[in-house]
C-alpha cells in the first residue's frame, strides 16, 4: 500500500489565486512527521513546510499553510496567493519510526501557474 | 550560512564504470541522506550517515555504497554502472538523524550510456 498518496498529478491556477495540493498518508505510528517541499525544473528540493504529528495547530510558513487532518490522515498544502514562480512540483513526504525515519515519497503534484 | 552542496553536478559514464558523487552538507549538520529520483520510479532513499555510521539504508543492491568523513561530508559510490542507474541523486542533511527536516542540495544527474 501507499505510504504516502498525492492523487493530483497536475494542476492548472491562475496567478494570484489560493491553491490546495493535496496528501494523504498511512501509518501506524503514533510520531510522524509531515513535510512539503518544492522542486522546481532547475532540479533542487526546496523545503516547504513541517508538520508534527503531535502539533495541535497547523503549520504556517508565511504563503505556506498544512492542512493537517490527522483522523483523516491528510495534510494538505494550502499557497495562497499563487504566483508564476510558485509553478513546479511538490512533494509530500513523511518521516516514522516505522521507517527508521527515512523519508517517504508521493509521486508529487506538477503546479503550473497561468497568467 | 552555505547550503548543501553537491559535486559533480552533471556527470556523464559508461556502463561497467564506477563513479563517486560528493556532498557537503550544511555546517553543523551531522546527518546525510542520499536519494535517487528517476520519471519512474520516483523518489527512493538510499542511504543515512549519522557521525560517520550508517544509519539506515534503502533497498538498493551493493554497488551502491557511501560513506561519511570526520568532517561530515559524504560520498557515494556506484560499481559497475547500469543504464537504469541514470537519475538525479540528491543530498539532503539535517541536523540530527531521526527528526526535523531535511535541507536538499542541488542534486548530481548521472547519465549511463
Known amino acids: 500500500a501507499q505510504k504516502i498518496t498525492q492523487t493530483q498529478p497536475g494542476m492548472f491556477v491562475q496567478e494570484k489565486e489560493a491553491v490546495t495540493l493535496d496528501c494523504t498518508y498511512d501509518t501506524s505510528d503514533q510520531s510522524y512527521g509531515l513535510f512539503w517541499y518544492k522542486q522546481p525544473s532547475s532540479g533542487e528540493m526546496i523545503f516547504l513546510i513541517y508538520q508534527g504529528s503531535y502539533d495541535e495547530q497547523n503549520a504556517t510558513e508565511g504563503r505556506y499553510s498544512l492542512n493537517f487532518q490527522k483522523a483523516r490522515k491528510s495534510a494538505n498544502l494550502v499557497i495562497s496567493a499563487s504566483q508564476l514562480g510558485d509553478s513546479a512540483m511538490y512533494f509530500c513526504?513523511?518521516?516514522?519510526?516505522?521507517?527508521?525515519?527515512?523519508?517517504?515519497w508521493g509521486a508529487g503534484t506538477k503546479l503550473i501557474i497561468k497568467p | 550560512k552555505a547550503g548543501v552542496t553537491q559535486t559533480p553536478r552533471y556527470l556523464i559514464k559508461t556502463r561497467g564504470q564506477q563513479v563517486t558523487l560528493s556532498c557537503s552538507p550544511i555546517s553543523g549538520h551531522r546527518s546525510v541522506s542520499w536519494y535517487q529520483q528517476t520519471p519512474g520510479q520516483g523518489l527512493q532513499f538510499l542511504f543515512e550517515y549519522f557521525s560517520e555510521t550508517q544509519r539506515n539504508k534503502g533497498n538498493f543492491p551493493g554497488r551502491f555504497s557511501g560513506r561519511q568523513f570526520s568532517n561530515s561530508r559524504s560520498e557515494m559510490n556506484v560499481s559497475t554502472l547500469e543504464l537504469g542507474d541514470s537519475a538525479l541523486y540528491l543530498c539532503a542533511s539535517s541536523f540530527s538523524t531521526g527528526s526535523g527536516e531535511q535541507y536538499f542540495g542541488p542534486g548530481t544527474r548521472l547519465t549511463v550510456t
Open positions: 513526504a513523511m518521516r516514522e519510526s516505522n521507517s527508521n525515519y527515512q523519508l517517504i
